[in-house]
């Protein structure tokens, strides 16, 4: 009887627990990451799927957490080191588990975050950039963080390449800290793609302690109405319409021309914002693209990034310096946009609230709203949403193109 007790026991994952107290940590983390998601509404479309992830990786005898290769794509199976890419697919999901599969098929490969771009394209509307081009600016101005944290992060011992992956969290959007990464530190993939995701749900935080720390009550209750165009008449619908195809177009070719490291990421956006612009022609594929495939990707590069997140893999001193280095990027970004806005306020007079600096992140919609929300504290009437957008989607371009050269450098 007592034998039978005891297996029933092993069978459980309480003695592992037990014996790795390490777990109780990520549990932790996975319950304060669900929290988040679903009590906070922190991007609870990526942020469920990836604290579920974290959750499931770490149950022992569940073999649900993603297993890293190292560089060199090396992998220790019962005992023998075998190269991943070499693995027929069948071994991989039948030898490591389904998480697995789904991670160095479609996360690894570089799959899933130039589809996910195409859905951020179709879902998006480059309208207000357009109708505020010289706001835009701040958006490239936003990309300060990435190029700052690349540098110290070299100071701080990684490497260039794991720098530059390090530093693209900075423009606040995964998948392009995905490609980066896959691209230049792939053994740091897990890591980077968790920082990346949890900074970007905590947006509605870390842009408010950013702003009360650099701005003052008075730039913040600039009112942007005086910015405001007439009313559009119906020609000026007409040529917008017209520039809102062209442009897609012409900013894939131009970026293809001279970054050409960036058109996986910019090109797919720029196609799923054209099939979204073109209309009724379109709506089937627009529909394919804003819907069904881009829930199905997100789905599946949620838990997967989420699996990465093993006690093995999170608990070490790489994961503190991403960490840092990733809240420092972050921080930087917005703190950049802000700067810049109060260098452009000095040979102008009409001013700019420094909150359109904010928002040159690539997290969109919600760091405009999150600004506007700030707005309407210090003047129930300034609403900035319109102003904010015009930067904040300059910063999902700029984000991608930054990452093409980083590629390009380093690559």
């Given amino acids: 009887m007592n034998e039978i007790f005891k297996n029933l026991y092993d069978m459980t994952a309480f003695s592992n627990i037990i014996a790795e107290p390490q777990f109780l940590i990520m549990y932790a983390i996975a319950f304060l990451l669900l929290y988040l998601g679903i009590k906070k509404q922190y991007e609870p479309l990526l942020l469920v799927p990836i604290a579920f992830g974290v959750l499931l990786a770490n149950f022992p005898g569940g073999e649900m957490g993603v297993v890293q290769a190292d560089e060199n794509g090396m992998i220790e199976i019962h005992g023998v080191l075998r190269n991943i890419w070499e693995m027929p697919l069948h071994d991989i999901a039948h030898e490591l588990g389904i998480m697995n599969f789904i991670y160095y098929m479609l996360i690894k490969t570089g799959f899933l975050p130039p589809i996910i771009f195409m859905g951020v394209g ?155 612009e073109i209309g009724t022609n379109t709506f089937r594929l627009f529909d394919a693209a804003s819907n069904s495939i881009m829930n199905t990707a997100t789905i599946f590069l949620g838990l997967s990034v989420g699996a990465t997140m093993t006690s093995e893999a999170f608990l070490n001193l790489t994961t503190i310096g991403i960490i840092v280095g990733g809240f420092l990027a972050f921080a930087l970004s917005i703190s950049g946009g802000i700067f810049f806005v109060k260098i452009f306020n000095l040979f102008t007079k009409k001013k700019i609230n420094p909150l359109i600096g904010a928002t040159g992140l690539s997290a969109v919609p919600m760091a405009s709203r999150v600004a506007n929300e700030i707005a309407l504290k210090y003047d129930p009437k300034n609403h900035v949403l319109q102003y904010c957008m015009a930067s904040n989607i300059s910063g999902v371009i700029g984000s991608a193109v930054a990452a093409g050269v980083l590629i390009s450098f380093l690559g």
Wanted: charged share 15%; net charge positive; glycine share 8%.
């Fill in 122 to 276: 179709a879902l998006t509307d480059f309208g207000p950039m357009l109708r505020n081009l010289r706001l835009s600016i701040f958006g490239a101005a936003a990309q300060l963080g990435i190029f700052t944290v690349v540098l110290v992060a070299i100071l701080m011992g990684f490497t260039p390449k794991e720098a530059a992956s390090l530093g693209i969290i900075g423009g606040a959007d995964g998948p392009t800290a995905i490609f980066t990464t896959i691209k230049l530190a792939p053994h740091l993939l897990g890591l980077i793609a968790i920082a990346a995701y949890s900074y970007m749900a905590l947006v509605p935080v870390i842009i408010p302690l950013v702003v009360k720390l650099l701005c003052s009550k008075k730039e913040l209750s600039i009112n942007m109405k005086e910015q405001e165009k007439k009313f559009p008449s119906t020609t000026e619908f007409k040529n917008m319409r017209v520039l809102k195809i062209v442009f897609p177009i012409g900013v894939t070719t131009v970026v293809a021309l001279f970054v050409p490291s960036a058109v996986p990421l910019v090109g797919m956006l720029m196609f799923g914002n054209l099939i979204k």
